[in-house]
């Protein structure tokens, strides 16, 4: 599966969590499944906690960060703002 369509599987509506982005509208934000793959969490054990997600899912969420983190200028993060 490619970027593109990986991408689409990331939606944004203004009317669920104030216009975060969010898996396939099935109210599951990406922010979330980033923070649990930073916690250590596989992919399988996401899965299995989130049993409407996919695999895709996942992926999507992981090509959503890179391509903004790609149109990004590189600054420096204070970590404490970011919490």
Request: charged share 30%; aromatic share 0%; proline share 0%.
């Given at each position: 599966m490619n970027d593109i369509t990986l991408?689409?599987?990331i939606?944004?509506?203004p009317q669920i969590f104030g216009g975060k982005p969010i898996i396939?509208?099935?109210r599951i934000k990406v922010e979330n499944i980033l923070a649990?793959?930073?916690q250590?969490?596989?992919p399988e054990e996401i899965l299995a906690e989130y049993p409407d997600l996919e695999?895709?899912?996942i992926r999507g969420c992981l090509a959503y960060a890179r391509a903004l983190?790609?149109?990004e200028t590189v600054e420096a993060i204070d970590a404490e703002a970011s919490r």
């Open positions: 991408l689409k599987r939606t944004v509506n396939r509208g099935i649990l793959l930073e250590g969490m596989t695999i895709e899912d983190v790609a149109n």
